[in-house]
Structures are given as structure tokens and as C-alpha cells.
């Protein structure tokens, strides 16, 4: 029968996340029932923020439930890069039990991700004009924003992080100063 389930995925970067799109068709005349999804990957490099739609999670294994035959259930899995990396694998089992009640798993490609962290080190000044046209050619690009909450000082956390950038020996012409 495990010829008879297809797994399809694909990932983008998104919003700061690494977005996992996957599609699971039972390919069979007949319904597959307690259908799980286990990923698998290395926790310290990479943790799954959330996911959509909301599926039901059981011993850490995402529940789909039950795929008719001939239909297809998909889950965009959303993972935050904990710290770069040049290589990485997410890898799934899945887990169902066939018209028959028999148990069985198939097993979806493993997906290979990098996490690529821009480092600039520069012994002279950087011409930010230059840098910003290098930005706008990047073949792809991703942001993530992170919430300040009200009880932080504002002004304190710009100074940070103007100092952490500054021992990077990054440094902006005088004029350009912020």
C-alpha cells in the first residue's frame, strides 16, 4: 500500500521562518485512518514555531486524521532557525493505519535546508550605498521582525544594538550617522 500515499514538499523562506509545504494524497480506493506526522530534525538548530491549519497534536506527532481515498491533506510547517547553518535535513514519518487496521509508514524525502546569516566584517568604512544596491540584487530575501514590549527602554536597546554592531567594526560614514 505504500506506494499508493504521496508525499510532496517543498520550502521558502517566510517571514524569518523556514516554511515546509506539504501535501499528503492517498492515492488508494480506500480510507487511511490515524494518519501522523513525526518530523524529524536537529533541535538545536532548528524548532517548529507553529503550524497551519491547526491540526491536533498527540505525543508530538501531528494528527491529519483520516484522508479518504483519493483525496489529499496539506500542512504548511513553520520552523525557526535557531542559529545558521550550512546544512541540515528535515526528515518525516508518517504514520497510518490501512481499510485493514494494519499499521504502516511511509516516509517523506528528506527535505535538505541552509540557513545562510549575512556577517560582515570590514577593517574600513563601508560605503552604504553600495550595500544597499548588493541588498536590493540578492536573488532572495527574508526579514523577521520581533515584538518590543512596553517594559523595555527603547533608547537603551538601540544604544545595544549600535554597540553590538560596532564590535563587528562595521562602522557608517560620519555623515550617515543615525
Known amino acids: 500500500m505504500d506506494s499508493q500515499i504521496e508525499i510532496k514538499r517543498e520550502t521558502e523562506f517566510y517571514q524569518g521562518f523556514i516554511r ?21 530534525f536537529e533541535d538545536d538548530l532548528l524548532r517548529i514555531d ?14 491529519l486524521g483520516n484522508i479518504s481515498g483519493g483525496t489529499s491533506k496539506s500542512i504548511a510547517v513553520y520552523f525557526d532557525p535557531l542559529m545558521c547553518s550550512r546544512g541540515t535535513e528535515i526528515e518525516c514519518q508518517l504514520n497510518y493505519r490501512d481499510a485493514g487496521g494494519n ?5 517523506m524525502e528528506p527535505k535538505l ?36 514590549h512596553h517594559s523595555f527602554d527603547v533608547s537603551k536597546l538601540a544604544s545595544i544594538a549600535r554597540e553590538v554592531v ?4 562595521v562602522r557608517q560614514p560620519p555623515n550617515l550617522r543615525c
Open 166 to 169: 560596532e564590535k563587528h567594526d
Open 103 to 107: 499499521r504502516s509508514s511511509v516516509y
Open 50 to 63: 507553529h503550524y497551519e491549519p491547526p491540526y491536533e497534536v498527540r505525543n508530538g506527532k501531528i494528527r
Open 20 to 40: 515546509l509545504k506539504m501535501s499528503v494524497s492517498n492515492k488508494a480506493p480506500s480510507v487511511i485512518t490515524d494518519v501522523t506526522l513525526d518530523f524529524l
Open 113 to 148: 535546508i541552509s540557513v545562510v546569516c549575512p556577517i560582515i566584517k570590514t577593517e574600513m568604512d563601508i560605503n552604504v550605498g553600495r550595500l544597499k544596491e548588493f541588498i536590493e540584487k540578492l536573488p532572495s530575501k527574508d526579514s523577521k521582525v520581533y515584538e518590543i
